[in-house]
């Protein structure tokens, strides 16, 4: 049977956003290969995931899925993979996703389409395709056997469907001794604080927001400002990230985070090559620099000549009346 | 401590990628080439536990022959010995995985460290089929790394800028991020080194690739953008567009 297997990815009891998009994906195209969308959850009850485009909806328990492990989650989906005979088999490429997916399809002597944009179907074939050289160029690929695709977040939308999923638990066949690698601890990031990768609206700025602890004090809380007002995560380029004013997490470009955004808002930043690579696959793009000359306007959609010192409150007003009213 | 750090020799980041004439790769011409960036880190990684616990690192990378200008590199940064497997062609990281793991089957490893991901094919997949190839614990993504008495304390950088720590038991698959450590620069005695070095050449056992090429092709083009206008008094405006044309707020 043509089915899709998608692993959801649970996070404190419910299903992350960039999971149902996996789901969503996959719904369409087992329908486009004839066959049934099957949810496999590890962590999680699985209740909502019939609505969400799942025919069927696999929940793994036993004791040694009490904390997340690379090589346990890849046992469980190399051996749902074989049990369910899927034609494809799909995630998200969240940082866990990526981590275990790669043992997995190992596992299963497959190779994987890592971080795909686009699935369809050629010839009766599942075809993925993904953003190599940082977004410079795109990679279609099709796998001799079962194909193994992770999904870049916001690439893919959600789906709805008739919820006439039924639960079928699945019983783990390897206890938790067996574990080679097992979370111990998890240490809190900055709480509440957005992933840019995950986001659907960042908002980065580059060394035209000059030194936090000097004279850049005030553009960098006027950027979280309107972050805030808008939802969004904050973004950095790397020279700002060297220079030691934001973290490493926060990095967006080739050597950073690769963000696909609705909104990416890009102030103060010049648009170097390296940079371009990790944002261009934004929906909508917009960039305030000074300079009318920067890189960057060459693909920003919408560009406001301008300092961040006199444009970026101000946009943070406009966006709030725009909100309000 | 026997470490091995696996490079890759990838196309610059500046590098201006497009498709040639087969349609399956990309023009070669002009292309400069670095060791991926982030290889770097597991480079300085591997180094760094050489000088604290004292062992060998040994270079692995398979590539064409003009790898051996990387393979060279990471030595002249202060790696003591180094194996090119040769293989002309691009491959996925199922191939690289697979002929990676037969050779590590032969070669001595408390620990085998990995960039978490490549600048150019962008899989980050890599090091976790080489563990699960061999057996071995994986952490990916580490930004902080401790070993000591056969065993390593890792911490990897997970969803919403969280970092989940393992304990985990050598020999071990450790792939490296940015924040891990501040990688070096070639000195001059590393660099004479780097010239006595030989490095030693052997075909890649690499199987077909996991997942095939059909095509590469140009991203899709982005239309092109318009200045709104100049300072403050654009804001209004942009945020009309967003919301009305743009539909993204
Ligand atoms: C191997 C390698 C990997 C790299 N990876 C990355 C990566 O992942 N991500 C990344 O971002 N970079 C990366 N880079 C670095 C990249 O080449 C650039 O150096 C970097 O992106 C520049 O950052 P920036 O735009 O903040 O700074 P700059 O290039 O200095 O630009 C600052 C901009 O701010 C504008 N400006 C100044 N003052 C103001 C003001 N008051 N108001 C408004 N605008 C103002 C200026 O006009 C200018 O355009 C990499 C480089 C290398 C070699
Ligand atoms: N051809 C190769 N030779 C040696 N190591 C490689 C090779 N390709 C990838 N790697 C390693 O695997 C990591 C992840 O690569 P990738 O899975 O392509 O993102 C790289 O950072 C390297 O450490």
Request: charged share 25%.
């Amino acid at each position: 049977m043509p089915d899709v297997l998608v692993f959801v990815e649970y996070s404190e009891g419910k299903p992350v956003k960039a999971a149902l998009q996996a789901l969503g994906a996959g719904s369409r195209l087992a329908t486009e290969l004839g066959g049934t969308a099957i949810a496999l959850v590890i962590g999680g009850d699985g209740g909502e995931l019939g609505k969400k485009g799942a025919g069927r909806v696999l929940v793994a328990s036993g004791d040694a899925i009490k904390a997340y492990s690379p090589d346990g989650y890849a046992r469980i989906l190399a051996d749902q993979a074989a049990a369910t005979r899927a034609a494809v088999v799909l995630a998200s490429a969240t940082p866990m996703g990526k981590d275990f997916v790669a043992r997995a399809a190992a596992r299963a002597k497959c190779g994987l389409a890592a971080d795909c944009t686009e699935l369809k179907v050629e010839g009766g074939k599942p075809v993925a395709v993904r953003p190599v050289y940082a977004g410079k160029a795109m990679l279609a690929v099709q796998a001799p056997g079962t194909l193994w695709a992770t999904l870049r977040p916001n690439a893919f939308g959600e789906a709805t469907s008739s919820d006439a999923a039924k639960i079928e638990p699945v019983a783990v066949g390897f206890d938790a001794a067996s574990l080679m690698a097992v979370v111990r601890e998890i240490v809190e990031g900055v709480r509440g604080k957005l992933d840019v990768a995950e986001a659907e609206v960042v908002v980065s700025g580059g060394r035209g927001l000059k030194d936090p602890a000097g004279e850049g004090k005030q553009n960098w809380q006027n950027l979280e400002k309107l972050a805030d007002a808008i939802g969004a995560a904050v973004g950095a380029s790397r020279a700002v990230v060297d220079a030691g004013w934001r973290p490493h997490g926060d990095q967006v470009g080739q050597t950073g985070k690769t963000v696909s955004p609705k909104l990416y808002i890009a102030c103060g930043i010049s648009g170097a090559i390296q940079h371009l690579a990790g944002m261009s696959g934004s929906k909508v793009i917009v960039a305030i620099n000074k300079d009318e000359n920067a890189p960057i306007f060459k693909v920003a959609d919408y560009g406001i000549i301008g300092t961040v010192e006199e444009v970026v409150p101000a946009l943070t007003e406009a966006f709030s009346k725009s909100l309000r009213g | 401590m026997e470490i091995v750090v696996c490079i890759r020799r990838a196309p610059t980041t500046d590098a201006r990628i497009k498709p040639a004439a087969d349609g399956k790769n990309y023009e070669p011409a002009g292309i400069n080439y670095d060791i991926s960036e982030y290889d770097k880190f597991a480079i300085e990684a591997a180094i760094q536990l050489k000088e604290k616990h004292t062992g060998k690192v040994t270079v692995l990378c398979m590539g064409s022959k003009e790898a051996t200008k990387e393979v060279r590199t990471a030595i002249a940064m202060g790696c003591d010995a180094a194996e090119l497997l040769v293989d002309e062609a691009f491959r996925d990281s199922w191939a690289t995985a697979s002929a990676l793991a037969a050779r590590l089957k032969s070669l001595p490893h408390d620990i085998v460290l990995f960039g978490w991901n490549s600048v150019d094919n962008q899989s980050a997949s890599t090091g976790q089929m080489v563990a699960e190839l061999l057996g071995l614990p994986s952490v990916s993504v580490a930004v902080s790394m401790e070993v000591a008495d056969g065993a390593a304390q890792i911490e990897r950088l997970a969803a919403g800028g969280k970092r989940e720590k393992y304990y985990i038991k050598l020999p071990a698959v450790v792939t490296c991020q940015k924040g891990l450590n501040k990688y070096r620069s070639p000195n001059m005695k590393g660099i004479m080194a780097a010239k006595k070095t030989v490095v030693a050449e052997t075909p890649a056992n690499a199987p077909a690739d996991g997942v095939a090429v059909l095509r590469l092709q140009p991203p899709p083009p982005r239309a092109d953008g318009k200045i709104v206008g100049k300072g403050a008094d654009a804001v209004n405006e942009l945020v009309r567009l967003l919301r009305e044309e743009a539909k993204v707020i």
